[in-house]
T-cell receptor, first 110, second 114 residues
Framework: EDQVTQSPEALRLQEGESSSLNCSYT??????LFWYRQDPGKGPEFLFT???AGEEKEKERLKATLTKKESFLHITAPKPEDSATYLC???????????FGRGTSLIVHP | DAGVIQSPRHEVTEMGQEVTLRCKPI?????LFWYRQTMMRGLELLIY????????DSGMPEDRFSAKMPNASFSTLKIQPSEPRDSAVYFC????????????FGPGTRLLVL
């Protein structure tokens, strides 16, 4: 059974304090790993797709990386507006259904 | 593009009443997914459609839940009769069959069953 585990469940940072969120997965035949941002009261908003180990993608203060077992979402010098829940999901094998992790709730204090 | 559109955004109803949630996917997307999100269980897939045909409804909790997609631009999720444990946020998402296979989510319907 495909499994996706995100850690930590919650993270509090001071503005400017860089950190990383982790998404570890156990799947057969990874086709893609997705990162989403979810603000309170809103739907998940797509951030990145990673397809193979070694791939990296960046957007503003966010950088996503992928290995054969996990993905990291690095947040450099975060700002309070980066506060949100970050979800990761994997698509594997012949399935059209992504498996979602439970998310990491990030709060950035000014 | 307006993105995935859901209505209503909020619904408060009494136990036993019928609830209908609506979704308009992104034009050109041929996959549509219904999810439910709760604090306890996270994001759960309920059912998904391909070209308006239900493909996998194994996530539908029980017979009280039903979903339809009469055409490529509209889908409904119906709960009849509703129960307090159905209270959750229901999301609709859509995607194309190729490319990045990324799902795009709607804003959700927050359902409260009293």
């Amino acid at each position: 059974e495909d499994q996706v585990t995100q850690s930590p469940e919650a993270l509090r940072l001071q503005e400017g304090e860089s950190s990383s969120l982790n998404c570890s997965y156990t799947v057969s035949g990874l086709r893609g790993l997705f990162w989403y941002r979810q603000d309170p009261g809103k739907g998940p908003e797509f951030l990145f797709t990673l397809y193979s180990a070694g791939e990296e993608k960046e957007k503003e203060r966010l950088k996503a990386t992928l290995t054969k077992k996990e993905s990291f979402l690095h947040i450099t010098a975060p700002k309070p507006e980066d506060s949100a829940t970050y979800l990761c999901a994997v698509l594997a094998g012949g399935s059209y259904i992504p498996t979602f992790g439970r998310g990491t709730s990030l709060i950035v204090h000014p | 593009d307006a993105g995935v559109i859901q209505s209503p955004r909020h619904e408060v109803t009494e136990m036993g009443q019928e609830v209908t949630l609506r979704c308009k996917p992104i034009s050109g997307h041929d996959y549509l997914f219904w999810y439910r999100q709760t604090m306890m269980r996270g994001l759960e897939l309920l059912i998904y459609f391909n070209n308006n045909v239900p493909i996998d409804d194994s996530g539908m909790p029980e017979d009280r839940f039903s979903a339809k997609m009469p055409n490529a631009s509209f889908s409904t999720l119906k709960i009849q009769p509703s129960e307090p444990r159905d209270s959750a946020v229901y999301f609709c998402a859509s995607r194309t069959s190729g490319g990045q296979e990324t799902q795009y989510f709607g804003p959700g319907t927050r359902l409260l069953v009293l």
